[in-house]
């Protein structure tokens, strides 16, 4: 009797979840047959821990093993699959798995955890046709949207009152301008609204001093889209009624404009082996050999390239087309960065030729940010514009035909004739 008692690990399982309390449901389950009242955003700062949470219902259970499926089909490693395993299961267990998430809730889900993987539930959920995508925006829509509202409220009228005349909804009819000019506008005057905004209630106590001042503050490119986007802000507010005058009717920037200039040999030498994986020499190869911007290789796609013929179609603004005739090492850069993705992302449904990590799975199936293209410049010690330059001025150095460079690059006329003024300027000094 005085003998100890060992337990089988049967027993031990059974004692601890017989003493486990037992979990019921969540009271918040969205039901099928819920009416909706309101949109809200979601707090999930006061969620509590794994073991804490609700049951799932068998509807939530079924869910969980489709998602482990759909992770293993796609080649999902562990960790990534753990992780979206339990951020659906946070998702499901408070609301349950009867009707569509929004997508809202999942993104500010991703806010809370230490460690989720968002866009991968989402890449799931839309594929079960379980998601409640966000209201069709763009990326400079939501960024303009945010930054207008940052203002006080005096000021935030005012500039929301630029942005619908400039989308075409003013007082005057206006051709509809994109998302992405307003954004380049906004961001160049930025720091002049953050200032104004903290000592004037109103954009009318702006003068023409201030505009001057703010415009002297930066230089060369950055002086001259500051001033366009204070023209644009204020002429408009002004035909719009809303301003009394423009103070930005009688500034001028007057400058030369420079022209290009090479870059030194020691900075291009070894350029696309110092790169530092496949994404990266591939994105330095199409700039330093073909002189794509980055708009232009954040829009390639996998079915525009068509290896038998050795060509790359690159699709530029207004529907216009550009057919790259690929040299050696540029297919076989191409070659390495495919392989190197199937590698990564085998089943990736994002149909772009360059993507990250998180455009691999994501719903939307983004293209390559424009800031991964910039860093990786950046890391180089270089700019893609000036990488850009000066293969089109190399170009121009070994020919005097601006036709050529047209049809090389895509450039228009009057930058094909920059770049000839800048290889050859013998050409254009005038002789007594």
Known sequence: MLGPRFSSKAEVNRRAMSAAPVRAPSEHLVRADQLHLFDCERDWSRLPADENLPALTDQSQALIEAMRVFARERQWDPATTTFSVRTLTVLLSWIGAEMPIRAADIRALRRTLDKGTGNRTLAFLAAHDLLVPDPTTTASERWVTTHVDQYPDHIATEVHAWVRAMRGLGRRRRKPRSWKLIQNHLYAVRPLLNTWSTQYRSLRDVTEDHIVNGVRQVTGSAARHRLAGLRSIFGILKSERILPSDPTRTVTNSHARPLPTPLRDDQLRGLIERAEDPRAQLIVALVAVHALNVEEIRALRTDSLDNRAGTLTVVRPRGRTRILYLDELTRA????????????????????????????????????????????????????????????????????????????????????????????????????
């Not at 992302?345 to 030729?353: D, E, I, R, T, V």
């Not at 150095?397 to 800048?422: C, K, N, Q, S, W």
């Open 333 to 432: 850069l191409i070659v390495r960065w495919l392989r190197h993705r199937h590698a990564m992302w085998p089943a990736s449904p994002n149909p772009h030729l360059l993507f990250s990590s998180h455009g691999a799975h994501a719903a939307d199936t983004p293209p390559l940010a424009v800031l991964t293209i910039t860093n990786t410049f950046r890391r180089l010690g270089l700019q893609s514009r000036r990488v850009r330059s000066d293969r089109i001025l190399h170009e121009a150095t070994t020919t005097e035909d601006p036709v050529l460079l047209v049809r090389l690059f895509g450039i228009t006329v009057p930058t094909a004739m920059r770049y000839l003024h800048a290889a050859h300027p013998h050409r254009t000094t005038p002789t007594r």
